[in-house]
């Protein structure tokens, strides 16, 4: 609903062209705010994501796991709207394999995709928060439970939880607020295998189900605006811790 109330607050969402990314910029475009939208590789949404947004959206081009294209893209959202009240890591890959079978760069890649551009986010983007704001990590439930065949990628989402709980209390001072979710398994799920993969979480669901990605979108934005709710964990899924 646009209400008009937060016009001008600003979020901020990597990997916001594809998949469950889109559904975080629509949430947020929703909820009156202006959205950055972040890609690498897929851009082929961003046309119509402009069209459907207008000057609200602010589609940038940048490679996360780069420090300093990251620094690059917060001056750009100064220079445009001179502020960030919300910064979504979103962002992130999968190379699955076993871990005998496991290729070093795609270990390296997803780490630094998943890990360090949240770093290199947070680090760009922190400056830009000068009357506080609230930052959300996308973690996973392979994060905390760990996964067969995703040694990397359960990893990284464990690393980027400890990188959540340090950023909070680092960043409490400043007014800056800093959670992670889990989200559940939803049918834009990525890497090989995962209709399968999906099949299977609808058996482990205690409802048979795959969460819905608009609702848990806006679960992003309802706590984004919560102002005393930091260094906290939200699983938000149908499966047993």
């Known amino acids: 609903m646009n209400n008009g109330v937060m016009t001008n607050r600003v979020a ?7 998949g469950w990314g889109r559904e975080i910029v629509r949430a947020f475009f929703e909820s009156s705010y202006r959205v950055v939208i972040n890609y690498h590789s897929s851009g082929a949404s961003i046309p119509g994501l402009i069209e459907a947004m207008g000057d609200r959206a602010l ?3 940048a490679d996360v796991r780069s420090s300093s294209e990251a620094a690059s893209m917060a001056q750009e959202v100064l220079r445009r709207w001179g502020r960030v009240d919300v910064l979504v890591n979103n962002a992130g890959v999968s190379r699955d394999s076993l871990l005998p079978r496991q290729r070093e ?59 959540t709980k340090t950023a909070a209390l680092e960043l409490a001072e400043r007014g800056i607020r800093v959670n992670a979710v889990l989200p559940g398994y939803m049918p834009t799920a990525m890497g090989s295998g995962a209709m399968g993969a999906m099949e299977r979480a609808r058996e482990d669901s205690l409802l048979h189900s795959l969460s819905d990605p608009g609702e848990a979108a806006r679960f992003i934005v309802h ?3 919560m102002r005393t709710l930091t260094g906290q964990v939200f699983c938000i899924d149908t499966r047993i811790l």
């Open 223 to 225: 706590i984004a605006g």
């Open 12 to 18: 901020v969402v990597t990997g916001g062209a594809a």
């Open 59 to 61: 589609p940038l081009k």
């Open 105 to 163: 760069e795609d270990w390296d890649d997803v780490l630094k995709v998943n890990c360090k551009g949240a770093f290199n986010m947070i680090k760009a983007f922190v400056p830009l928060m000068k009357e506080g704001g609230h930052i959300v990590n996308i973690s996973s439930y392979s994060g905390l439970k760990g996964k067969e065949g995703q040694a990397a990628y359960s990893a990284s989402k464990a690393a980027l939880l400890g990188l």
